[in-house]
């Protein structure tokens, strides 16, 4: 009897592992909240893995370029990919999840010059960098032709370009920024506006051609709830604020 028990359990647990779900998502480099070369993929990644492993799924990262990653995802190589603002063109394309960053722009510039603004349009006469597949908060003038955003593929070519005088404004999230900034050994050359852009959010978007989409949007929903519920989140946050992230 004992036997047969030991091997009905055996066999119930072995079909739980192999139920269990298994996805794929799109990642990019964005330090500190993405990254390959950070513990947990960056404090970002840790979120979301964890949110989807309250729901028992696994979760994969394949990082890419931002465009590729995206397109990717789009024509259901992966499932999904993380993380991305709101735009009526992804939503043809993705569900999005509920959001998971509330993160801020700030206009970096070279010391010494005065970046002067009060609307978004006012940025006009400036020379803007940005990167490819990043949402700033400014597409709709971008794509009006009111702003002009030289994009380019990584984010450390804009810097080099803003302390050579070649531009005048970079995009970044803030936090980002000023990582980025030190890490270069620039903080005595550039500096933050210290007015910001209005805040983005980001959510995880799962590619509306993947089997059950709505469903792991739900999932992971729920996950993130429990994350938040439970203090994870702020955790996660505050350890990568200390640098715990870092391999």
Do not use: C
């Amino acid at each position: 009897m004992f036997r047969i028990v030991l091997i009905t359990l055996t066999f119930i647990f072995s079909s739980f592992v192999h139920s269990a779900e298994k996805i794929t998502l799109a990642n990019g480099e964005w330090a500190p909240y993405l990254s390959e070369d950070l513990k947990h993929y960056g404090y970002m990644s840790h979120i979301v893995s964890e949110a989807f492993a309250e729901e028992g799924i696994e979760v994969d990262y394949v990082f890419l370029p931002w465009k590729r990653g995206f397109e990717d995802a789009k024509e259901g190589k992966y499932q999904g990919s993380l993380i991305w603002g709101y735009n009526e063109d992804r939503a043809k394309h993705f569900l999005y999840s509920d959001t998971v960053a509330d993160l801020g722009t700030s206009l970096f510039h070279q010391k010494g010059k005065t970046i002067e603004w009060s609307e978004l349009s006012d940025l006009k006469n400036y020379r803007i960098g940005g990167v490819i597949g990043y949402a700033y908060g400014v597409e709709e003038l971008e794509k009006q032709g009111v702003l002009k955003i030289d994009r380019i593929g990584k984010d450390v070519g804009n810097y080099k370009k803003l302390a050579a005088g070649r531009l005048d404004i970079v995009l970044e999230d803030t936090e980002v920024g000023h990582e980025t900034i030190n890490r270069l050994g620039m903080a005595d050359k550039l500096t933050a506006h210290p007015k910001t852009l209005q805040s983005r959010k980001y959510s995880v978007i799962i590619s509306k051609k993947t089997p059950g989409a709505q469903a792991l949007i739900d999932a992971f929903n729920r996950g993130l709830k429990k994350l938040k519920d439970d203090g994870r989140y702020q955790q996660f946050l505050e350890a990568s604020r200390r640098g715990e992230y870092k391999q």
